[in-house]
């Protein structure tokens, strides 16, 4: 009995240490990745900055889509939201301290969160898909119309985001921005991390399979999904944030389906239910359209669809899932 | 002795059919309880209205007093009426620790806990190991669920509705699919149940009905057609034709 339990003790620890090992080159990949970035693209940080800003919406998306099974195609709702929130806060508030409109930003997403929850998960299935495209229309449809806060149509212009911590100012070509969104995303990635993992974490992935055994549990798939939305919130939110402390204005485009949509191609080519997916998919999403747009601009589209389709066909797991897949039975060979 | 739980003249009816005929029981703390009936019987259904998985057309249904007829299965389980599934429902990609973690933290009220490892937890991976072991499936522990034999999965299912430290326990045909040679597991672990706990087993294995149950409660077209003690539940006309006789007949002896 005591043999037993020290034995599971010690598997048990064995196992955290190992999970903890994960976490660690997680961050490692993130911070080389980033560091690769600034020596590969020095012109071109805004880009990898935007690329910093999408990562946080894919990851957010993946998050109720991954994790919890939610279908939905109106998911920068969240995102646009924390990018005006931030906006309005420093063009009508005065607020232009860049961690003050990052909280705003949060705090926009995780309200829109609530909000989104609150309606998409009243349905399932189809239906479900149908009420989050008509949200994301409604809600990019009333920023269009209340423009003397948002700007409209002509975007949310003269962010002026004060020194970041009164030090370091946000440059013309972008560094601190970068720094900024890595340290952010790296920040996240991390807390995310032990989220999935958490017993909140172990509710969700119950719910996505079997909702009315977690009923049976005691537990509330309604009050989780939609806690689990807030997060989802303040995650995009944040990303929102990055962008407009960024690119200093804010425009229709970051509370579109455009956007919606292809977060979701994102995270189904890069893997659902998986931190490293939904990194990896916007990487890859971001790159082919950044070089396939500049060598081919009529039919990048099509390129991308059909990368889309290549992806869903044959690797059904999305590029890091089957990575995975086939390292793991690799190593369980090797065992 | 006053009941922890009771249902009163409960019906439901599909189509037309009335598969819950105004069923009316009563059970104290510590009762042991075996519902047996033929297949179709409306054993399943009735477990179904009473933890809110469906509504009753009319009747009542209390827990230790209170009326939780309009009460929703979850706060049914919340307050101690707790079932398994007839059909093993499972999450495929966890592991039975990974079960039995959730389960306890559920009870304790910190399964929305956003930080933190069960694996961590040393008092929940005590009682997790405890429970696992005393259902015999120390080795799968921490195995994925599609990845253990179905008879294994059917007693984790058992382990989860322990974990959660029910008052009113519904076991819905728990050695279904599970080897002869384990089912002792199950009997052990009834047998190790808090003596106040109050279990109604739906079960179609007569020997374990008789070693189980102080009291059998036989349903046939979703009516109570007996209730009483296993011995006389044997000599009883209408059991004998309703159910026993088939097994009678299929060379079960009765
Ligand atoms: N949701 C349902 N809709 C229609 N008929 C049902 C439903 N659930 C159960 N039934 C019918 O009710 C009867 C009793 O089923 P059930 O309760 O599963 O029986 P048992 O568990 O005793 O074998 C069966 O004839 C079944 O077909
Ligand atoms: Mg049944």
């Known amino acids: ?335 | 002795m006053s009941a922890i739980f009771e249902v009163r003249n409960l019906k439901r009816s599909f189509g037309g059919l009335a598969v819950t005929n105004d069923v009316s029981l009563a059970m104290a703390p510590g009762d042991r309880v075996a519902l047996i009936g033929p297949n179709g019987a409306g054993k399943t259904t009735f477990v179904n209205l009473v933890t809110g998985n469906l509504t009753p057309d009319s009747g009542e249904v209390r827990i230790g007093g209170e009326d939780i007829t309009r009460v929703n299965a979850i706060g049914r389980v919340r307050r101690g009426l707790v079932r398994s599934f007839q059909v093993t429902r499972l999450f495929q990609d966890m592991t039975p620790a990974e079960h039995v973690a959730l389960a306890i933290l559920q009870r304790d009220g910190r399964a929305g806990r956003l930080f933190g490892n069960y694996l961590a937890m040393p008092e929940v991976m005590a009682e997790v190991g405890d429970l696992i072991g005393k259902l015999g499936l120390r080795d799968q522990m921490h195995r994925r669920v599609r990845e253990i034999a179905y008879g294994q999965q059917r007693l984790l299912e058992i382990a989860v509705a322990l974990a959660l430290k029910p008052r009113v326990l519904l076991l819905d045909e728990p050695a279904a699919g599970v080897p002869q040679s384990d089912t002792g597991r199950i009997e052990q672990a009834l047998a190790d149940l808090p003596p106040d706990l109050a279990v109604l087993m739906i079960e179609h294995d007569m020997d374990l009905v008789f070693r189980f149950a102080r009291r059998v409660i036989v349903l046939a077209a979703g009516t109570i057609i007996f209730d009483g003690s296993p011995s006389d539940a044997t000599k009883d006309p209408r059991v004998r034709e309703a159910y026993l006789g088939s097994y009678a007949n299929a060379g079960h002896a009765a």
């Open chain 1, 1 to 335: 009995m005591t043999m037993a339990t020290m034995n599971d003790a010690l598997a048990a620890a064995r196992g955290n240490r190992r999970k903890l090992g994960r976490d660690l080159a997680g961050l490692f990949v993130i911070l080389a990745l980033a560091v690769v970035g600034y020596l590969l693209f020095p012109n071109n940080l805004a880009l990898l900055t935007r690329m910093t800003a999408i990562a946080l919406l894919v990851l957010s998306l993946d998050l109720v889509t991954g994790y919890c099974g939610v279908a939905t195609l109106g998911h920068a709702a969240l995102f646009g939201t924390g990018a005006y929130t931030a906006g309005i806060a420093a063009v009508h508030f005065g607020i232009t301290d860049p961690l003050l409109m990052l909280a705003c930003g949060i705090l926009g997403g995780v309200v829109a969160g609530l909000l989104c929850g609150a309606v998409i998960l009243r349905a399932h299935g189809l239906p479900q898909l149908v009420l989050s495209i008509a949200l994301i229309h409604l809600f990019h449809e009333f920023a269009n119309k209340a423009s003397s806060w948002t700007g409209g149509s002509d975007g949310l212009a003269g962010i002026a985001p004060d020194p970041l911590l009164g030090l370091f100012a946000f440059d013309l070509w972008g560094r601190t921005a970068y720094v900024f969104g890595i340290v952010l995303l790296a920040v996240v990635f991390a807390l995310l991390r032990l989220v999935v993992r958490s017993p909140f974490g172990m509710l969700c992935r119950g719910i996505k399979e079997d909702p009315i055994r977690i009923r049976a549990m005691g537990a509330s798939p309604k009050v989780t999904l939609i806690k689990m939305y807030m997060i989802s919130g303040a995650v995009a939110g944040a990303g929102g944030a990055l962008n407009a402390i960024s690119t200093q204005v804010v425009g229709l485009d970051s509370l579109s389906f455009t956007l919606s949509a292809e977060s979701l191609v994102m995270l189904v080519l890069g893997g659902t239910g998986s931190l490293f997916g939904a990194l990896t998919g916007t990487i890859v999403f971001m790159f082919f359209e950044d070089i396939v747009s500049a060598a081919n601009p009529f039919h990048w589209l099509t390129m991308v669809g059909a990368l889309l389709i290549a992806v869903v066909l044959f690797a059904p797991k999305g590029l890091y899932g089957t990575i995975a897949a086939v390292a793991a039975r690799w190593q369980e060979a090797r065992r």
